[in-house]
């Protein structure tokens, strides 16, 4: 294919450039780059495609195909970052662990000067609340932007034609059955902090334990078949976006994910 030519998504037969239409199978391929670089979704539009992806997914990543965007993926990302961190704020309240005290601001002494307080407990709660989240999005988005990227290489190598765009909207979406894993996570982590004997002085013996209790092998479990759930969504969207077929759409998914699940929860290093 020369710089004059363009490939058709919809057939893949070479078409001259400046045809706004497929002659081959009448694929609008004016319509299709425009969508393509300027779909912005509203976030109401996001949760209507999380919903169609997992309800018709071929259809649905056909319009992933053409309408790529990152807001899904970001807002889902941001969504289990903050599941992850009440998780183990969570945690740290099974624990039996106190946040008692307060932090004096100015002068609190004396009324006529500037001055207030400010409870312990508070200032860890916003912290896990606003802060904690945003740090944990910025690094799994780096993760996630790493992972894509390498998951569209490897993916191009087996044949597939879909873009990192294309791979990134549709492993975004994907990703939802691990938020809802995350959100069950935070009861699952309750019930194993409650049930440890450990004492909360000594938090890293208690948090070894939390998470090698028998409780928590559950929740890794649970969090393996959301995991398979996510591989075979995506996979059916690479197979739809990329022109693959079944078998290789389905290593390029499973081999990467795969690395990072062992990783991430079975060597411990996910928590």
């Known amino acids: ?15 001259p450039l400046e045809y706004s239409v497929c002659p081959f199978c009448g694929f609008g391929l004016l319509e299709y780059e425009l969508k393509k670089f300027s779909f912005k979704p509203k976030l109401k539009e ?7 992806f997992f309800r018709r997914p071929i259809k649905t990543s056909e319009e992933f195909g053409v309408a790529t965007e990152s807001k899904g993926a970001n807002i889902l990302l941001l969504i289990f970052s ?9 945690t740290m309240v ?16 004396d009324p006529d000067v500037f001055g ?15 802060l ?20 569209a290489k490897f993916a191009g190598m087996l044949g597939s ?26 009861f699952f982590s309750l019930i194993a902090g409650f049930s ?32 398979i759930v996510m591989i075979v969504y995506s996979t059916i969207g690479l197979k739809v976006v990329g022109k693959m077929s079944w078998f290789t759409a389905a290593i390029s998914t499973i081999l990467p994910i795969a690395v990072f699940v062992y990783f991430f929860y079975f060597l411990n290093l996910f928590g």
């Open 1 to 15: 294919m020369s710089e004059s030519t363009q490939k058709c998504p919809s057939c893949s037969e070479t078409v």
């Open 46 to 52: 996001v949760f209507i495609r999380i919903y169609s």
């Open 82 to 90: 903050l599941f992850l961190s009440l998780r183990y704020y969570f």
């Open 94 to 109: 099974a624990s039996g662990l106190e946040f008692s005290g307060v932090i004096a601001i100015g002068n609190i002494v």
């Open 116 to 130: 207030f307080t400010i409870s312990i407990g508070l200032i860890f709660f916003l912290v896990t609340f606003l």
């Open 132 to 151: 904690m989240p945003l740090i944990v999005w910025v690094i799994y988005k780096t993760f996630f932007s790493l992972g894509t990227w390498l998951m």
């Open 161 to 186: 034609d879909a873009s990192k765009k294309q791979y990134r909207t549709i492993i975004g979406y994907s990703i939802t059955p691990i938020v809802v894993g995350e959100f069950l996570g935070i």
């Open 196 to 227: 440890t004997n450990s004492s909360p002085l000594d938090m890293m013996q208690y948090m070894e334990d939390v998470y090698t209790s028998g409780i928590m092998l559950v929740f890794k479990i649970l969090m393996v078949i959301l995991w």
